[in-house]
């Protein structure tokens, strides 16, 4: 099927920078949608920046401006460079993605999210 490993979380001071990086493998013959969420303790989780499947880049408000989701199609890889943090941007970071995959000689739908990825923003 699909596996996504998630990497590049940890703990940044206030005003600095993480690079989290979603590798998606498996028998994968499209990646239609995908993107970062986050849930910090107590909160439900919530998109943070996401290539849709119409083609769109989506980025919730309170990344605007900070945050910026790039891919590395042939990678089958997305990448999440995070600047000016926040303590409130401190959540586990999860990758999802969505898309076709090859079961035996039929293509399948997945929707699968990554382990997570801790980011704590902290002086």
């Known amino acids: 099927q699909v596996q996504l490993v998630e990497s590049g979380g940890g703990l940044v001071q206030p005003g600095g920078s993480l690079r989290l990086s979603c590798v998606a493998s498996?028998?994968?013959?499209?990646?239609?949608?995908m993107g970062w969420y986050r849930q910090a303790p107590g909160k439900e989780r919530d998109v943070v920046a996401m290539?849709?499947?119409?083609?769109?880049?989506n980025y919730a408000d309170s990344v605007k401006g900070r945050f910026t989701i790039s891919r590395d199609n042939a990678k089958n890889t997305v990448y999440l460079q995070m600047n000016s943090l926040k303590p409130e941007d401190t959540a586990v970071y999860y990758c999802?993605?969505?898309?076709?995959?090859?079961?035996?000689?039929?293509?399948?739908?997945?929707?699968?999210w990554g382990q997570g990825t801790q980011v704590t923003v902290s002086s």
């Open positions: 290539f849709t499947s119409g083609g769109s880049t």
């Open positions: 498996g028998s994968i013959v499209s990646v239609n949608a």
């Open positions: 999802n993605a969505a898309g076709y995959y090859r079961d035996g000689y039929l293509p399948r739908w997945y929707d699968y």
